[in-house]
């Protein structure tokens, strides 16, 4: 939702405006800052347990570790050093890194998959703590504020039911700004700067935006992350960071076989690493969730998007009309249950009544929530009314609840798609989905020397997979690939 500020408000922001120049650690520039060192702080401690919430940490200590050590050992001769740094891997397939305000940088096992050494960790690592060290989210932070920008986060459907959603909130929201040009391509020379500084050879990072290239070009990725951004063009980019790393080995006159590369050592520690969707967590097949360790399935909508977190699973229909999800609800009662939900959710219900859900007790709620004129706002520019239908249904000991949200005016259009995915919740007794196994990465040691789609093949590679496999392992098929090098396949 669109913040509004009274004129107080405006001229406070003002006085910040005129009193906000600050220099800029990295360039020495002076520029405006909203944001002091003490707000990006507290930024990042408020949203560091909603991102770790939302997305899980990835349950390898040998992996934390490692990101620990090498961030904490690259965090000590970056500038600004004398933040407090977190470094974690998160529990998602997506490709991506990211960094908040105040030091905390995250990266997911989908990108550890595909990292082929660790000179391509260390130069995007260090990608991310530049964003931190040159303040680029505080300054996007400042241009939101002074833009009256509200952050709606992550929530999947239209932003006016975003906050019906946890993961709609200030805090992840810094997640989702995006940085520019300019900003990406400091970060790409800081990344090549502390990489080198701490002994790794900076060119591998050029070599990882070209995998990141090709995995966007064959069109399967979920998403991909900022620094692999339509500005600069990757292609440029590849050049550049290449150009970047051999001006400072020149500079310091560091020898390339003095810097590492680490890619053996790289490869057997991500052996076992889970790999797209883990089943255990939750996975979507034939328009049905089922979630084998809670035990539960239901359907979902034809056509909708979805979204699945340890925190909850969010359904919208393309054109973002209405939002569906699922989450865990505190009670002891189904009825304390929906107490706390309607209050939480400012809702006021026109109608509730018990209902069974493929025998189970449940609660089924029609509500509504009226936004409240906003004073100084035309009435012609107040949002329309919401509507909600909310079933909360009690299994194992918890409760579920499932909430659908559109425009009142639409609630009859959907009302048949929340209905039917709500009253389709049900016990999972399936063997099949219940033992379902994630994929993992397996790390192989060739026997003889052959291309990389001949190696594939002797490890039964389906023909549909060998490019996946291909950009996986940062080749190409028709690549030679000597006898006892390390290969990527994927396995169950």
């Not at 560091?48 to 040998?62: H, K, S, V």
Request: glycine share 8%.
């Amino acid at each position: 939702m669109m913040k509004t500020y009274s004129l107080a408000g405006l001229g406070a922001a003002a006085i910040l405006l005129f009193n906000g120049c600050s220099t800029n650690p990295v360039s020495g520039k002076k520029e405006v800052m909203l944001v002091s060192e003490g707000q990006e702080i507290a930024m990042g401690q408020q949203a560091d347990p909603q991102i770790t919430a939302q997305m899980g940490l990835y349950p390898n200590e040998t992996l934390q570790r490692f990101i620990d050590e090498k961030g904490q050992k690259m965090a000590a001769i970056a500038h600004r050093s004398n933040l407090k740094y977190q470094f974690k891997i998160v529990d998602s397939p997506v490709i991506n890194a990211f960094a908040v305000p105040g030091g905390y940088v995250y990266f997911t096992r989908g990108i550890m998959a595909h990292f082929n050494n660790e000179a391509q960790f260390a130069g995007v690592l260090g990608h991310e703590i530049g964003h931190v060290t040159a303040r680029h989210s505080a300054r996007q932070q400042t241009k939101a504020t002074l833009a009256q920008v509200g952050l709606i986060g992550a929530a999947i459907a239209s932003p006016r039911f975003g906050q019906y959603a946890e993961q709609a909130s200030q805090g992840l929201g810094l997640l989702f700004l995006k940085f520019g040009r300019d900003d990406e391509m400091q970060a790409d020379e800081l990344g090549v700067d502390y990489s080198s500084q701490i002994g790794y050879d900076a060119k591998q990072m050029a070599d990882f935006f070209v995998t990141l290239q090709r995995e966007q070009e064959k069109g399967g990725a979920q998403a991909l992350p900022d620094f692999l951004s339509t500005h600069p063009n990757p292609a440029d980019r590849y050049t550049r960071v290449n150009q970047l790393a051999n001006d400072w080995k020149q500079k310091n006159g560091a020898a390339s076989t003095s810097l590492a590369v680490n890619r053996d050592g790289y490869l057997r520690m991500i052996d076992g690493l889970v790999y797209g969707e883990d089943p255990k967590q939750g996975f979507v097949e034939n328009n049905r969730f089922y979630h084998p360790d809670l035990k539960f399935e239901f359907p979902i909508p034809a056509g909708w998007a979805h979204q699945n977190s340890p925190a909850q699973f969010q359904m919208a229909p393309k054109d973002g009309k209405a939002l569906m999800f699922l989450t865990l609800v505190p009670g002891t009662s189904l009825e304390a249950a929906a107490q706390q939900v309607v209050q939480k959710n400012q809702l006021q219900p026109v109608e509730s009544k018990s209902v069974t859900v493929n025998g189970l007790p449940a609660i089924a709620i029609v509500a509504d929530q009226q936004q409240q004129q906003q004073q100084g706002q035309p009435q012609q520019q107040q949002q329309a009314p919401v509507r909600a239908l909310i079933y909360l249904i009690q299994y194992n000991n918890a409760i579920y609840g499932m909430m659908g949200v559109t425009a009142a005016t639409d609630f009859n259009a959907f009302y048949p798609s929340f209905s039917a995915t709500m009253q389709g919740f049900a016990p999972l007794n399936d063997p099949d989905k219940l033992n379902r196994q994630p994929e993992r990465v397996r790390i192989k040691t060739l026997k003889l020397r052959s291309t990389l789609a001949a190696a594939l093949r002797t490890y039964n590679v389906p023909e549909k997979r060998m490019e996946e496999m291909a950009i996986l392992n940062g080749m190409q098929l028709n690549d030679q690939v000597n006898a006892g090098s390390l290969i990527k396949v994927i396995e169950r």
